[in-house]
């Protein structure tokens, strides 16, 4: 069982690098549009001008910036916070047959709080997150598993 967990929390490691990578340089994360009318015809003074005619000449820009470029380079610390999460949970699921309590509770540690993280920033950024916390709850399940059987399991006669 531990090594599945072990490959469950590899996995979730490898979800919270692809959702780091994904935020930092894509660029469709925010998207717009803005548009400019023309005044074509026009009567009155450039302060109050009475619109009379808005013709094809009105001007569409479509924006679109990833996380990086609307919020700076100090939002990726915020965005490694999972990755850094995962690899604490690998670390745990590692470190059960040496330490199991340790072991146990870092990984359930580190599972829950990626699940919040990704709760907390449903809106935005959290459902990026989604699947590795997902891989992490498989991973904690089966750790947890493993460890129940490995102290039930009884001695050969």
Do not use: D
């Amino acid at each position: 069982m531990l090594k599945w967990a072990l490959k469950a929390a590899l996995v979730g490691h490898i979800f919270a690098w692809v959702s780091l990578l994904l935020l930092v340089f894509w660029t469709g994360f925010y998207s717009g549009q803005s548009s400019t009318a023309v005044v074509v015809n026009g009567t009155g003074s450039q302060g109050q001008t009475t619109l009379t005619l808005v013709g094809s000449e009105a001007t569409t820009e479509s924006l679109s910036a990833s996380v990086v470029e609307i919020n700076g380079f100090r939002i990726i610390p915020v965005l490694a916070i999972p990755v850094a999460l995962t690899a604490a949970a690998a670390m745990a699921v590692v470190l059960l047959p040496t330490r199991p309590l340790f072991g146990m509770s870092l990984a359930w540690t580190c599972t829950i709080s990626i699940v919040l993280f990704s709760l907390l920033g449903a809106f935005s950024i959290g459902l990026f997150y989604f699947p590795a916390a997902m891989a992490l709850i498989l991973a904690s399940l089966l750790a947890s598993i493993g460890e129940m059987n490995k102290g039930s399991a009884t001695p050969p006669a």
